[in-house]
């Protein structure tokens, strides 16, 4: 079975400031890991994936986010804030191989940047 | 190139009464998925069609619940008779392979119809 966590309901992030945003994850086999994000009155956008490589994904918007492995985490992390960042994350993971192929999504986090 | 659309944007509904939402994918893909989204909890899975066909169904919560897409182009989510546990955001999505035939198939998603039952 394949899982996923977003311990924060709201990270909230002053404008400049490093931002993260955490996610954990269960697999039985290796994962695939997603981030989406939903701003106000729109469809969810794909951010970047982690399928196999480099554990530091780069992504749109200046995001990125690190796999590793032995915490089973893949948080999602940006040098510097931006208030237009404020938006609903996502983490999703879809486990492999044969596991099912429909990802599995969290709660979804806030993320509240201030001026 | 439009992306997934759905439509309504919102709508409220009295217990009892029946609701039909309608998505249409981006051209050309022939996966197409719904999704649910109840205030705070996970996104999660429902259906999913290949082209006019179901695919996967073991998401749908019970028979009050009936999607469609005929020619497989837009489908269509009925939800009859509705109740307050239905309330939420129905996201569709579609992608032009199976997701999972090519690890991180990307689905593109629609900007959600917000059901309330009240």
């Known amino acids: 079975a394949q899982s996923v966590a977003q311990p924060e309901d709201q990270v909230n992030v002053a404008e400049g400031n490093p931002l993260t945003v955490k996610c954990t994850y269960s697999?039985?086999?290796?994962?695939?890991l997603f981030w989406y994000v939903q701003y106000p009155n729109r469809g969810l956008q794909f951010l970047l994936k982690y399928i196999t490589g480099d554990n530091l994904v780069k992504g749109s918007y200046g995001f990125e986010a690190e796999f590793n492995k032995s915490q089973t985490s893949f948080h999602l992390k940006k040098p510097s804030a931006l208030v237009s960042d404020s938006a609903l994350y996502f983490c999703a993971v879809r486990d492999s191989p044969g596991g099912s192929y429909i990802p599995t999504f969290g709660r979804g986090t806030s993320l509240i940047v201030h001026p | 190139e439009a992306g997934v659309t759905q439509f309504p944007s919102h709508s409220v509904i009295e217990k009892g009464q029946t609701v039909t939402l309608r998505c249409d994918p981006i051209?050309?893909?022939?996966?197409l998925y719904w999704y649910r989204r109840v205030m705070g909890k996970e996104i999660k899975f429902l259906l999913h069609f290949v082209k006019e066909s179901k695919q996967d169904e073991s998401g749908m919560p019970n028979n009050r619940f009936l999607a469609e897409r005929t020619g497989g182009t837009y489908s269509t989510l009925k939800v009859q008779p509705a109740e307050l546990e239905d309330s939420g955001v129905y996201f569709c999505?579609?992608?032009?392979?199976?997701?999972?035939?090519?690890?991180?198939?990307?689905?593109?998603f629609g900007p959600g119809t917000r059901l309330t039952v009240l």
């Open positions: 051209s050309g893909h022939d996966n």
């Open positions: 999505a579609s992608s032009q392979d199976l997701i999972g035939l090519r690890p991180g198939d990307t689905q593109y």
């Open positions: 697999v039985s086999g290796n994962p695939y």
